[in-house]
């Protein structure tokens, strides 16, 4: 479809209105620094100035619009008070997606975490793991998008008197099991979803926590082992009390990816047989079914569940730094 510059006049003015407001806080800030001198936190203040305006015209007056547009109707006209929001925790469809989104957010970091950590406790200290880490971390160079199509497949079904070509059922037709849509039955379709995630994500958390291991001070693990410490041990009482903060860091980065999850429910379910999410629903309801005032309520309920799992992460980061 060509591009009609005619029909995006308006969008491109406010582009161009932008890039000048940008162009002259620079300018000023420019002139300011050349004018003479300036003391070291006005400096800092006035260089940061361009970036904390991109901020503001991206993240602050966006989230601010997205507040506002809660309050109001379908259209985003009309102003409707609290319905948007009450509508969220009694409509069916919205409290599905929050239960599905906090049973995301339950399983899916302490399962990738949980694995990741054994398997750098495995490598860590492995003369292969390099390659080792390499492969788990293959998942990773595709996109989630990806991730759910090659699941797609995997959990593909087809009736019993046909040949199942989804290795999970092929899988169960081999050891005289019948075949089963695994994403159509409620609830265990959304833990099927939930291994999808796992696995895509299991290699971020092994590769933080085997440099982690490896950054544990020798002196302390060798003083156990001579006084008779099992290896358990070592890694209960002195590896594990080491690595606690990049532990907290992953879990936490965990949950709020986790959150945010939109792509694997999007690719493999569509939503559909209680499987939707807040990031989805939220999606389905502003796009979709045109309904603005309760798509930007989901977004505001998604911004104060991850808002407090950011700032722990920032201050996690501090002291693990």
């Known amino acids: 479809m060509p591009f009609d510059a005619v029909a995006q006049q308006s969008k491109l ?13 620079v300018a000023l800030v420019l002139f300011a620094l050349h004018r003479g001198p300036v003391r070291r936190r006005s400096a800092a ?3 940061l100035a361009p970036a904390l305006l991109l901020l503001a015209a991206g993240l602050l007056l966006p989230a601010l619009r997205t507040l506002a547009l809660s309050f109001t109707d379908r259209g985003g006209d009309a102003w409707t008070g609290l319905d948007n929001h009450v509508w969220t925790f009694t409509d069916h469809r919205a409290r599905v997606a929050l239960r599905n989104t906090l049973v995301w ?3 899916v970091p302490a ?3 949980a694995v990741g950590l054994l398997y750098a406790a495995a490598v860590a200290r492995s ?20 991730a759910g199509v090659v699941w797609k497949f995997v959990y593909a079904y087809r009736p019993a008197e046909a040949a199942q070509f989804g290795l999970l059922n092929r899988l169960v037709v081999a050891f005289g099991g019948e075949p089963r849509q695994w994403l159509v039955d409620s609830p265990w379709n959304v833990l099927f979803l939930v291994v999808v995630m796992v696995w ?24 156990a082992r001579l006084d008779g410490a099992s290896p358990r041990q070592v890694f209960r009482w002195i590896v594990l009390p080491s690595i606690r903060p990049t532990l907290l860091v992953v879990l936490l980065a965990q949950t709020i990816g986790t959150f945010k999850a939109f792509d694997v429910v999007s690719t493999m379910t569509g939503g559909q047989f209680d499987t939707g999410v807040v990031a989805h629903e939220m999606y389905d309801q502003a796009f979709r079914y045109g309904e603005t005032g309760r798509g930007a309520a989901l977004a505001v309920l998604l911004f104060l569940l991850v808002t407090p799992l950011v700032a722990q992460q920032v201050r996690a980061r501090r002291r693990a730094g």
């Open 111 to 113: 399962a990738t975490t």
């Open 13 to 25: 003015l406010y582009l161009l209105q932008g890039v000048a407001a940008f162009a002259a806080v």
């Open 105 to 107: 957010a339950l399983l």
């Open 127 to 146: 003369r292969f793991r390099t390659p080792a880490l390499a492969l788990l971390l293959a998942p990773m160079t595709i996109s989630f998008v990806g």
């Open 200 to 223: 895509a994500q299991t290699g971020f958390a092994a590769v933080l926590l085997t440099g982690a291991i490896r950054a544990v001070p020798a002196g302390p693990v060798e003083a």
């Open 45 to 47: 203040l006035l260089l």
